[in-house]
């Protein structure tokens, strides 16, 4: 996890990021991530993950990222805080402009903050909607 504190990180991490139908060339889409209050890269450390389980072991490494990450997010609504998790990046040119090396691969960007709109919450279905 690293933490993006700087405008000047900022930037960079904004310059990776594509729009949300990871439109080519929509370089720069998620430009509101300049006004977010807390703005961490999540990543994997792949070197580990491969010596693990080979292949599968990059797979595993980021299930559990992902998972650690809901478990972020649920743990901020508890709080009162919003989230937001943004995977419409370019992963290669997101670890060049933050000087990463090889074997550490971002996975997703992470913002926390108050947030200053009402969330509405969507339709769920039912639990016998969904188990069978």
């Not at 000047?8 to 439109?23: H, N, Y």
């Not at 901020?76 to 090396?101: C, M, W, Y």
């Not at 913002?111 to 009402?118: A, K, L």
Request: a neutral charge; hydrophobic letters at 50%.
């Amino acid at each position: 996890l690293m933490l993006v504190k700087g405008i000047k990180e900022r930037e960079k991490v904004i310059a990776a990021t594509l729009d949300p139908f990871l439109s080519p060339h929509s370089y720069g889409g998620q430009a509101w991530l300049m006004s977010a209050p807390v703005i961490a890269v999540v990543m994997i450390e792949k070197r580990r993950a491969l010596v693990r389980l080979g292949e599968r072991g990059e797979i595993f490494a980021i299930q559990d990222t992902f998972a650690a990450i809901q478990n972020a997010r649920l743990t901020a609504a508890a709080h009162g805080l919003s989230t937001s998790v943004i995977r419409e990046f370019d992963a290669q040119l997101l670890q060049k402009n933050l000087n990463l090396p090889w074997y550490v691969e971002p996975i997703a960007i992470f913002t926390v903050g108050y947030s200053d709109e009402e969330k509405e919450i969507p339709p769920r279905l039912s639990v016998a909607e969904i188990v069978k």
